[in-house]
């Protein structure tokens, strides 16, 4: 398996893992919209509305990646980080006792996956791409 290769997979990894996580915890904030601190302008169609836009984003930027269609790609990518990072956004609304074990998990869950796609955006714009536009240069 080539370098590109083994990055995109990584890239699939952190974005399904992403996924994952943020489909878990946006349905449970769907769910018990009641139990969460968080705004009122906070609906759940707001919050399901949200991450398939959010999920489309992350996807189109894989989608970019993989042509090689790298800014657009990192630009996707980051915006789409921001759909796990947003979660402990919660914590904004409410104290550490206002959620449940399962809402700190999932929220933070999130958080982790969100930073680990915008860890990989920033790792492979910033320091791997120096190396890749060499070898497209010789």
């Not at 929220?107 to 060499?134: A, P």
Request: glycine share 6%; charged share 10%; net charge neutral.
């Amino acid at each position: 398996m080539n370098f590109i290769a083994k990055r995109q997979l990584l890239l699939k990894v952190f974005l399904l893992a992403c996924i994952i996580s943020t489909a878990i915890h946006f349905t449970d904030n769907y769910l018990y919209i009641e139990q969460y601190p968080q705004p009122d302008w906070i609906t759940p169609r707001s919050i399901y509305v949200s991450w398939i836009i959010w999920t489309m984003i992350g996807i189109v930027g894989y989608g970019l990646y993989r042509s090689q269609r790298f800014w657009l790609a990192y630009l996707c990518l980051t915006l789409y980080s921001f759909s796990g990072l947003d979660s402990l956004a919660h914590y904004c609304f409410g104290t550490w006792s206002d959620f449940s074990l399962k809402m700190h998990f999932f929220i933070l869950t999130d958080g982790l996956t969100g930073l680990t796609v915008l860890g990989f955006t920033l790792w492979s714009g910033l320091i791997i791409r120096e190396q890749f536009s060499e070898t497209v240069a010789e």
